[in-house]
């Protein structure tokens, strides 16, 4: 139980730098861009493009901001108390997941609390979709990471009758 504790503070150590990268990058695009500039990042794949967002992905919900900020914490303490606890979780690769996802809440949090908009950069040229940040990187793949745990691994929580 004890080495299991102490393992958990990895995970959080983790989510830590991950919000922490997720914000400097935020903070890098708001003090050398201004507001709608875009710059190539990667030539015909990625642009940096400066947009806030004060709704969810793809601008859902924009004119709730407030019922976002709520979500994002409720799910912040949510994930942060399923990794200590170990709720739904039965290995390492889900725990990568809810640590993923927890970062990128964490990430989007703290922009909807401070700024009450979200602040993205990340836009493929390539092809029409919404721009994003690592906070949404984050959520997306600790997304898939529990969705091929859950489906992969025999004793992952199923829905009823499941601890």
Known sequence: MKERKRSVWLWYLLAFFLVLADQAVKLWVRTHMT???SRPFIPHV???LYV???????????????VLTVVSAVATVV?????????????????LG??????????N???????HQVTDMFNFTF????????ADVCVTVGIVCYAIYALTTPDAPRG????
């Open 35 to 37: 507001l709608g500039e």
């Open 46 to 48: 990625l642009e940096l």
């Open 52 to 66: 806030e967002n004060t709704g969810g992905a793809f601008s859902v919900l924009d004119r709730f901001t407030g």
């Open 79 to 95: 994930l942060a108390l399923a990794l200590w606890r170990g709720w739904f979780i039965t290995t390492p690769f889900a725990r």
């Open 98 to 107: 809810v640590t993923l996802v927890l970062a990128g809440a964490a990430g």
């Open 109 to 115: 949090l703290i922009d909807r609390v401070t700024a």
């Open 127 to 134: 092809m029409r979709f919404g721009v994003f940040n690592v």
């Open 160 to 163: 009823e009758g499941q601890p």
